[in-house]
């Protein structure tokens, strides 16, 4: 995980703050598959905003998923902001020749 200066996370925020969540959670909650399309989403835009539905939060809070989530896709947790948080990673750089 990297982490993100003051000035990254404003210009993050600025930018996925008036867009819609592309992902949404579930009463199935997080599974590999719900990972799986984060990593993918991750990987072409850098970063990711997502909803949690009531159903998903079975007693958890929303910060907690959110770090779990972070976490298991070696993500940076930008922001929380009640159901719905916003997730940034670097793009690894590839060696070409």
């Known amino acids: 995980m990297s982490k993100l200066t003051a000035g990254m996370?404003?210009?993050?925020?600025?930018r996925l703050s008036g867009g819609k969540p592309t992902v949404w959670i579930g009463k199935n909650s997080v599974s590999q598959e719900l990972l799986k399309e984060?990593?993918?989403?991750?990987e072409k835009r850098k970063m990711v905003k997502i909803k949690i539905l009531k159903s998903a939060l079975q007693g958890d809070k929303a910060k907690q998923i959110a770090s779990r989530?972070?976490?298991?896709?070696?993500?940076?947790?930008?922001?929380?902001?009640?159901?719905?948080?916003?997730?940034?990673?670097?793009?690894?750089?590839?060696c070409r020749k």
Not at 9 to 14: A, E, G, M, N, P
Not at 38 to 42: M, S, T
């Open 38 to 42: 984060i990593e993918k989403q991750l």
């Open 69 to 94: 989530i972070a976490e298991q896709t070696e993500a940076s947790l930008v922001e929380v902001r009640g159901h719905t948080f916003m997730l940034y990673k670097r793009r690894r750089k590839s």
């Open 9 to 14: 996370k404003r210009r993050i925020k600025r």
